[in-house]
């Protein structure tokens, strides 16, 4: 009706004689609901500044409103969060639309565009550009489609032929910019995922956060899935939703600005009105999308860290038959992925066909109808006689192409504009889920960075959570205490700090002891009490709990494992690890002197043997676990620290290597410190720290000879015993059976 207004009873300086026209007729109607149809068009045409003033009016206290809801909102968040305490776990959280959400994407947003004069803020610009491009190419299309049809209707072959040729020519930019809108695009996409990755990289790979995390922290069960697959969806999604909203929204503008030129702001306001009442309700029967996709990426995390678990331990496996144990795990972790993904699916179908309904055929009925108003309304009894009194007939014969111009034309737009909301629409559920994917991400990246300042979360088991539950235990809180790091020049000192495991279990209350260069320290205990924990407090991998540790640098200490760790490469990296060709270059160390290296622990016949120094093999799996063992040695002997911490380095390897190897290591000036049972290696140091098992221990200085020759009348003296004890037992044999006599 307004649109009817506009375009044909309202027409330049003729409109108070077509007001006077209209107004005699609708006396003259016989029904009274046409003539209540008649009197609103009348009432309309007479104030029709008063109401667009009103719509406009209302359009702003719309906005105004909303404004004030959000920063309500907002501001009932952060009273909540400061009342809670103000910490939340950020890993349990479930991904919602809210402000968390946009302080999660304002701090991924400004690592992944790390500038505005950066390489990824100019794509952006150069994506907005195409964009804009393209709506205004769209805005041309409609208008050239309204021309060719009212050129056909008003049968001119050559207009119509003209039509033709400018959209054929039309064709030719608009591929093209869609195919740059895809390119670039994708470009974002892989940029986003570059910056990400590096920085993600930086904190992991630095201050051992890659070790804490996995057995100092429980709060990310599967880092490598969310560093590796999180970061790319996230990516992507965060490429797509650029543009799934901003040309939307950019079509929605424009065209509406075209289709108020048109229709009138007044019937484009009861469109809106119908969009934004079914908007609301597909939003109020929309799933949790974002929790969804959140929960789905966890559940895919654990069957892929399942499956990494079992490639790890696949030997031991093997060895116990355990197969059909870890089939059922792994079917368990598959099956609950797959009921969420079914559930997921379930939650779709109805509302992906009530949201294909109101989108696609309610709102395009709601707009053909806007654009059949001006054609027919003309029909309405005494409008057209009004209009023809005032016009004249000349005018109302000439008017049937504009007519047809501006359905068709409208009705593009019409439907190009519904097709926007309609993407807009579909996008929420788009944006719930890169909500999800930014919950993991900067989950991920709080985690990574309270590792990395000496901050853990982890659930204490057994003895350690029953005294975690008892405030006035002193071991209570005794994982979140910390202690003094202070480096040495040359030394290794414990001063009152104690052996904590990470889960909490107190092994050593208080460990005291000094370490010189050339103090080659033997260490002997029992298993569990505390001698690898000792040395991964000394490595820097677990943290101080209490006292004061001094100790150089750590590229003066390296430490040898049981099982020596072989990176991906040659092998010659297998002897200079962690150095790389270009470190070894800068030693002014040859391959000649790695090969003498190796002949001192015999094994100079592997380079020709596996095929150069060049050669990459799967290491791990070409090397004996003697030769792996004597790799690691000779490693110590190319870095040739001032401390080797070695921890049963030598298991694998015969006595003469093992005594070449020390006496070797001794006479570089490398100070031992030694984890180890076997008697052969008490001749290579000169202190002993015994650990009893029971929260005890001994620092002294060791007498090999004497302790071997002590250790030697003990067994003797227990050997003699046992035979006692036998003896004993016999003659109480005898006694019965000679009782029976």
């Known amino acids: 009706m307004v649109a009817a207004v506009n375009h044909g009873l309202l027409f330049g300086a003729a409109t108070d004689k077509i007001h006077n026209a209209l107004y005699k007729h609708v006396l003259s109607l016989k029904h009274k609901h046409l003539v209540v149809l008649a009197k609103v068009v009348v009432f309309y045409a007479k104030h029709q500044k008063t109401v667009k003033r009103s719509i406009v009016a209302l359009i702003f206290l719309g906005i105004v409103e909303r404004i004030h809801k959000v920063v309500r909102l907002m501001t009932a968040e952060r009273k909540s969060a400061a009342t809670s305490g103000g910490g939340k776990d950020r890993t349990r959280r479930s991904a ?113 956060t890659y070790y804490a995390v996995g057995n100092l922290d429980d709060r990310i069960k599967n880092a490598d899935q969310l560093v590796a697959v999180d970061i790319t969806k996230f990516s992507n999604s965060l490429a797509e939703i650029y543009s799934n909203l901003a040309k939307p929204m950019l079509d929605a503008f424009v065209y509406n600005i075209q289709l108020a030129k048109s229709l009138g702001i007044e019937s484009l306001f009861g469109i809106m009105v119908i969009v934004q009442m079914s908007s609301g309700i597909l939003r109020f029967l929309a799933p949790p999308f974002g929790q969804l996709a959140a929960q789905e990426q966890r559940l895919e995390g654990e069957l892929y860290s399942t499956h990494s678990r079992l490639i790890e331990h696949a030997e031991e496996i093997a060895l116990y038959r355990g197969h059909e144990t870890e089939k059922l795990t792994i079917t368990h972790k598959y099956l609950r992925l797959v009921r969420h993904i079914n559930r997921v699916c379930r939650l779709n179908v109805f509302y992906n066909m009530l949201e294909d309904f109101v989108v696609k055929y309610f709102w395009g009925a709601a707009g053909l109808a806007a654009c059949a108003v001006p054609v027919f309304a003309e029909r309405l009894p005494g409008a057209k006689r009004a209009v023809a009194e005032t016009l004249g007939s000349a005018a109302m014969r000439s008017n049937v192409g504009a007519h047809t111009k501006s359905f068709v034309t409208n009705r593009r737009l019409l439907l190009s504009a519904s097709d926007a909301f309609g993407r807009l629409m579909y996008s929420y559920k788009e944006i719930v889920e890169l909500a999800g994917y930014a919950e993991r991400v900067t989950g991920l990246l709080t985690v990574f960075g309270e590792v990395s300042t000496g901050r853990y979360v982890k659930e204490r088991v057994g003895k350690s959570a029953e005294k975690s539950l008892n405030p006035d235990d002193a071991e209570a809180d005794i994982v979140n205490q910390r202690g003094e790091t202070v480096e040495s020049v040359d030394d290794v000192e414990f001063i009152d700090v104690p052996i904590v495991s990470p889960n909490g279990d107190v092994l050593v209350r208080k460990l005291n002891f000094h370490v010189k260069p050339g103090r080659h320290l033997l260490i002997v205990g029992p298993n569990g009490c505390g001698k690898s924990s000792m040395f991964r407090i000394l490595g820097g991998l677990w943290p101080v709990y209490g006292g004061t540790m001094r100790k150089p640098s750590m590229s003066q200490i390296f430490y040898i494992p049981q099982r020596p760790y072989l990176p991906i490469g040659t092998l010659r990296d297998q002897i200079i690890y962690p150095d790389c060709a270009a470190d070894m270059a800068a030693k002014s160390t040859t391959d000649a002197d790695l090969l003498g290296i190796l002949r001192i622990v015999q094994l100079s016949h592997i380079v020709e043997r596996e095929g150069g120094w060049d050669s990459v093999k799967a290491w791990r799996d070409a090397l004996s676990g003697g030769d792996k063992q004597r790799i690691a040695m000779a490693r110590l002997f190319y870095h040739r620290p001032r401390y080797a911490i070695m921890d049963e380095c030598t298991s694998a390897v015969s006595m003469d290597i093992e005594r070449i190897m020390y006496t070797h290591a001794t006479s570089l000036g490398i100070t031992l410190l030694t984890v180890s049972h076997r008697q052969s290696l008490w001749m290579y140091h000169n202190y002993i720290l015994q650990y009893d098992g029971q929260g005890g221990y001994l620092f002294s200085k060791l007498d090999p000879e004497r302790r071997i020759a002590l250790m030697e009348e003990k067994q003797q003296i227990e050997q003699e015993l046992a035979a006692i004890g036998d003896m004993e037992a016999r003659l109480k044999a005898m006694e019965a059976e000679a009782a029976l006599y």
């Open 96 to 208: 919602q639309l809210d402000k968390q959400f946009f302080e999660n994407m304002k701090q991924l947003i400004a690592i992944t565009i790390p500038g505005l004069l950066s390489r990824e803020a100019g794509m952006l610009v150069a994506h907005s550009v195409l964009l804009v491009f393209r709506t205004f190419l769209s805005v041309v299309v409609a208008s050239l489609d309204g021309q060719i049809v009212s050129s056909l209707v008003r049968l001119q072959g050559r207009e119509f032929l003209t039509g033709i040729a400018k959209w054929m020519t039309m064709a030719v930019p608009a591929t093209l910019t869609n195919s740059l809108l895809n390119y670039v695009q994708t470009m974002l996409a892989i940029r986003f995922r570059q910056n990400l990755t590096e920085h993600v990289h930086k904190m992991y790979l630095a201050n051992n």
